[in-house]
C-alpha cells in the first residue's frame, strides 16, 4: 500500500495497492504479543522486584502473575520481557563493579541503620580483599560462647563465608557477624578476629569453636591468646571419615563408637577413659590425627539454611540480600520460640519437687527440659 498526505487538503491518499502483498493481521489471541501492546507498568515493576527478592524463579513468578490476571493475555508482557527487565536491573545494580557495589549496598545500609558496622580489607593494589559486618542486632545478642565456621563457599568463585554464630536461650542459633574472606591465611584470619574485637568494645570471648583450621587456629592464639580455643563436633565427625576411613572399611564399628563417644560423654573424665578404651581396642594409637583429637564439642551450623537459599552464580549484592534473609529466618524463629513459651508452661516431670516449679517459671521450656535432664531425682 501507497500513501501521500496531500499538503493542500492535510488529508492521507490511497495511491497504490497490492492485495497479493498483503499480511495477516494478528488474532485477538496473539494481539498482547505485539511490541506495541508490551508494557511494564510502575506497579508490575515493585511486584516484579519484591518476588525477585524473594528468590522466586522468574519462570514461577511469572505464572503466578498471569493465573492472578486472567492468563498470559492479561499480564500486559511476555515471560522474556520479564526476565529482560531482570537482567538489566542486574547489570545496573552491578555497573560499578563488584567492589563499588559492595561498598554502596554497605554505605546504604548505614543509612538506614546507623548502628550497622562494616570494615574492609584492602590489599596492595587497593582492591577490596576480606570484608566483615555486624548489625545492632548482632551487637546485642553477642555472648562468650562463640562458634566460628567458614565451612561453606558462597560464589563460583569459592570465596568463604565466615560466620560468628552462638545459641539463645531457645536452643537457637543466633549470629554475632559476618565476614566473606578472600583466602584463609593466617593473616586474613588474624585481621578478621581484630575487627570481629572492634565491634565488640574488645570483649573476648571465653570460648571459641571451629574446624581444624591449621592458620585459624595460629590466628586466634595471636589475637586472642587467653580465650579456650575448642573444636565443633560436626567438623569432627567430617574430619573422622575421611582420616580413618581405611580403617572403617575394614570395621564400620569404629565410626559408631566414635560417634558415641562424641555425642554421649560431657563428663571429661569419662571422655578420655572412653576414648582410651576405643584407640585400644582398635588399635589405632599410631593414627596421627586420633592423637591429636581434643575432648571439647559444640554441635550445629548455618550451613543447612544457607543451601536452601544460595547457589554458586549469585553475584555479589544477591549474596547479602540473601544472607539477611537467612538471618531474618533464624531471629523469626526466636520471636516464635519466644510466643510459643509464654503460651504454655513447661513440662514438669515430678510435681513433688517445688524447686522445679520455680525454675520452670524462669527458664525458657527447651532450657528447662535440659535442667531436669540434669536434675538429681534421687534428691
Not at 595471636?222 to 567438623?235: D, F, P, Q
Request: glycine content about 4%; some cysteine; proline content about 2%.
Amino acid at each position: 500500500m501507497g500513501i501521500i498526505l496531500n499538503k493542500n487538503t492535510q488529508k492521507y491518499k490511497v495511491t497504490d495497492f497490492v492485495r497479493e502483498h498483503n499480511h495477516m493481521l494478528h488474532t485477538p489471541e496473539t494481539m498482547h504479543m505485539m511490541s506495541s501492546q508490551r508494557k511494564i507498568s510502575q506497579v508490575q515493576v515493585m511486584e516484579i522486584d519484591l518476588v525477585n527478592d524473594s528468590w522466586i524463579k522468574t519462570k514461577a513468578s511469572y505464572e503466578l502473575m498471569s493465573r492472578r490476571g486472567g492468563g498470559k493475555s492479561s499480564v500486559g508482557y511476555t515471560y522474556i520481557d520479564q526476565k529482560n527487565y531482570i537482567g538489566r536491573k542486574r547489570q545496573r545494580e552491578l555497573k560499578y563493579g563488584e567492589a563499588g557495589t559492595l561498598l554502596m549496598y554497605f554505605q546504604q545500609q548505614s543509612l538506614d541503620n546507623p548502628s550497622f558496622f562494616y570494615a574492609t580489607q584492602l590489599d596492595s593494589e587497593e582492591q577490596i580483599t576480606n570484608i566483615f559486618w555486624d548489625d545492632a542486632r548482632m551487637f546485642m545478642d553477642y555472648s562468650y560462647v562463640v562458634t566460628f565456621d567458614t565451612t561453606y563457599k558462597t560464589n563460583n568463585q569459592y570465596r568463604p563465608l565466615g560466620v560468628f554464630i552462638g545459641f539463645n536461650h531457645y536452643k537457637g542459633i543466633t549470629v554475632f557477624g559476618g565476614s566473606l574472606l578472600y583466602d584463609e591465611t593466617i593473616k586474613s584470619f588474624e585481621w578478621l578476629f581484630r575487627a570481629f574485637l572492634e565491634v565488640h568494645n574488645n570483649k573476648k570471648p571465653i570460648n571459641v569453636f571451629t574446624d581444624q583450621d591449621q592458620a585459624m587456629a595460629s590466628a586466634l592464639v595471636n589475637v586472642m591468646a587467653n580465650v579456650h580455643h575448642g573444636l565443633c563436633t560436626s567438623h569432627i565427625m567430617q574430619n573422622a571419615i575421611m582420616h580413618v576411613g581405611n580403617i572403617v572399611k575394614d570395621d564400620r564399628r569404629l565410626l559408631k563408637d566414635f560417634k558415641k563417644c562424641m555425642y554421649q560423654y560431657d563428663d571429661q573424665q569419662k571422655f578420655e577413659k572412653k576414648w582410651e578404651t576405643i584407640i585400644d581396642y582398635y588399635n589405632v594409637k599410631e593414627n596421627t590425627w586420633l592423637k591429636g583429637m581434643p575432648s571439647t564439642q559444640l554441635s550445629e551450623s548455618l550451613n543447612g539454611k544457607l543451601k536452601d537459599y544460595w547457589n554458586c552464580e549469585l553475584n555479589i549484592l544477591d549474596f547479602f540480600k540473601n544472607f539477611v534473609r537467612v538471618l531474618e529466618d533464624k531471629r523469626y524463629n526466636e520471636w516464635k520460640a519466644g510466643f510459643d513459651s509464654r503460651q504454655k508452661l513447661p513440662r514438669v516431670r515430678m510435681h513433688k519437687f517445688p524447686l522445679l516449679q520455680r525454675v520452670a517459671r524462669v527458664y525458657t521450656p527447651s532450657v528447662f527440659e535440659l535442667f531436669q535432664e540434669e536434675f538429681d531425682w534421687s534428691l
